[in-house]
């Protein structure tokens, strides 16, 4: 066996079958070696994926040997399951948002045999978008180094020695050379340094462990190189926010766990000390920085509010009432703020605050907001109702106010408050004229671009960058099954360094006989048809509304616990299931997948009270709708019918 390919996949199932097409397309396949044909094996490790990525493999590529988990391992671990039973005199850990040129493999696999001090091997890596990645090639992450990255000062000195030893930027991108630490997505090692170094250290369950397994390739006598000879393209998606505290937690983690390893002493706790108040440091001002993107927008529809509703009163009270102090001191100051802050409840919940800004959400919201208001209005005593003529008034302000705010910011192309309708991107498909007409009926189906041009050749970069700006094309697509991936990289790079390249260019590619196109920034497939936006549970209006719910009836229950616990057929669950839902780890109903929460219910409840009778179909029909067509009322229904087995 020449080569063994470890491939760790969780939920990137349209990722994962462009990059298998793009390995099993490769000249390794084709090349002879001394000892005959050289072959290569692949080994998948689904680390519980929900999106369909086993059952896309066990269809399509049963060649593949594919490992299940029925649980997240990690990325270590599930890499080590695999390299524990491969038989590869090479073995390459490789990301599933990956693509690889079509004579990668065999050109690393003669770079090895040329090179016997070899032990780690990586490759140019660019990004959907063509530019190339700094992390193809990095230094051992010193104290210093890591000072001058997390510093930033590495942006202002992007080619010095010293400032940019993290990404060795003193290395030429386009030289071969030895490196330090090599980065996972793509990191090939022979069968001999493997069996020297070990597998990887499962301490990480995410990040370091690429770093922790290069320096020990070196530790033990082996070189690592980068080879730019050869490129793939690494769509490098962000799976985790990085302002997060859960990424701070696991990020600091995994390089706590590498600094104990390989710094001792006075050092090992100066730079821990230096990583912890780095990494915190940019988690704290990145929640800062979230905190005042998301209050900035209602504090400024307060204060329009409250402006209009003063000036409003002050007309009132001087021409109507003839005296400008008619009003008292609390109206001002309590009672137009709760009117303000009962019509912005009302828009939020409609989904007001939401992005992509919708008009209508805000129209409806506020609008039942000022019914409750007049309704709330007339119960009060006569004492207390300062002015029904300025409540209308108020919240008709109120509502020209906020409009009026969005439509500047609309004007500002601030981005997420566009409220121009939103025209269809322009494409230019690139590719055979039959599988170029295949794309084109493809993008009619999903109805979200026009095709203004296609190319049946493959171009060369200055004539697609003159196609580009003659169409005003947003989006060029290539059909992967006649413009070879390497072409493809050739063009998307090439178009970069063009001058006077058109702005806002999206590159996507469409693999062979698939029905998605995947994109820097986007998936697109069929299922896209079935999928409609403001009814699925995962949309921000939805998560929200479903959130609210959860924790309104869970204190219902807590509350009227003395009387329904001693009806419940699960006693010892009751008040469990209730704070589990309460503090945000459980949902009363959900589907067992990752776009909710674990729940207590299925949507299968709705049914039957005894799920199991159900068989696996028909459940799997039930989830989907529940998803598709998501409506609080379902979830209402089903707590309600099965309230007396919580």
Known sequence: MTLSIVIVNYNVKYFLEQCLESVFNSDLLLKEGAGGMLDLEVLVVDNA?????????????????????????????????????????????????????????????????????????????????GTYLKESKRGFPSPAASFYKMSGLIRLFPHSRRIAAY??????????????????????????????????????????????????????????????????????????????????????????????????????????????????????????????QSIALPLADFAAAFAGFLAIKQVWSTYWAANVNYYPAEYTWAVIPLYILLLMLGSWLYGGYIKPAKPWRIVKGM??????????????????????????????????????????????????????????????VVGGKEESTRVSQLYEMLGNANIVAVINTTPDSRTLNETLHCYHADEVVFCSKDISIRQIIDLMTQLGQLPGKRQSVEFKIVPTDSDFIIGSNSIHSTEDLYAEELHTVVSPLNRRNKRLLDAA???????????????????????????????????????????????????????TAKPQHLGPELRERLNLRYLRNYRITTDLQIIFKNIFNI
């Open 167 to 292: 990404y060795m930027g003193h290395l030429s991108d386009n030289e071969t050379n030895k490196v330090d630490v090599l980065p996972g997505a793509y990191l090939m090692i022979s069968r001999e340094a493997l069996e020297k170094v070990g597998l990887l250290d499962e301490s990480y369950f995410m990040y370091g462990e690429d770093i922790d397994f290069s320096w020990r390739i070196k530790l033990a006598g082996f070189e690592n190189y980068y080879y730019p000879e050869t490129r793939i393209i690494h769509y490098k998606g962000e799976c985790t926010k990085h302002g997060s505290m859960n990424y701070v937690y696991t990020f600091y983690n995994a390089m706590s766990i590498f600094v104990k390893r390989y710094f001792s002493g006075t050092n090992a706790r100066l730079f821990n000390a230096l990583l912890h108040a780095a990494i915190w440091g940019r988690a704290t001002l990145s929640w800062i920085k979230r905190v005042v």
């Open 49 to 129: 994926s929900v999106d369909g990525s086993v059952e896309m493999v066990r269809e399509k590529y049963p060649q593949v040997h594919l490992i299940a988990n029925t649980d997240n391992v990690g990325f270590a671990r599930a890499n080590n399951q695999a390299l524990k039973i491969c038989h590869g005199d090479w073995a390459l850990l490789l990301n599933p948002d990956t693509v690889v040129e079509r004579n990668t493999l065999a050109m690393c696999v003669d770079f090895y045999l040329s090179h016997p001090d070899c032990g780690g091997l990586a490759v140019k890596m660019i990004n959907g978008e």
């Open 367 to 428: 609008a039942v907001g000022c019914a409750l208001l007049l309704v709330f209005y007339s119960l009060l005593n006569e004492s207390q109702r300062y002015s029904r003529m300025l409540l209308l008034l108020g919240c008709g302000w109120t509502l020209l106010s906020t409009l009026g705010i969005r439509g500047m910011l609309s004007l500002l192309n601030v981005n997420g408050y566009n409220l121009k309708p939103k025209g269809m991107r322009s494409c230019i």
């Open 553 to 607: 009836s869970a204190l219902v229950l807590i509350a009227a616990s003395p009387i329904l616990f001693w009806f419940q057929q699960k006693k010892k669950t009751y008040f469990g299931h209730c704070w589990q839902v309460l503090i945000g780890r459980n949902t009363w109903v959900g589907t067992g997948d990752a776009k909710t929460r674990p729940g207590i219910f299925g949507p299968e409840h709705a049914l």
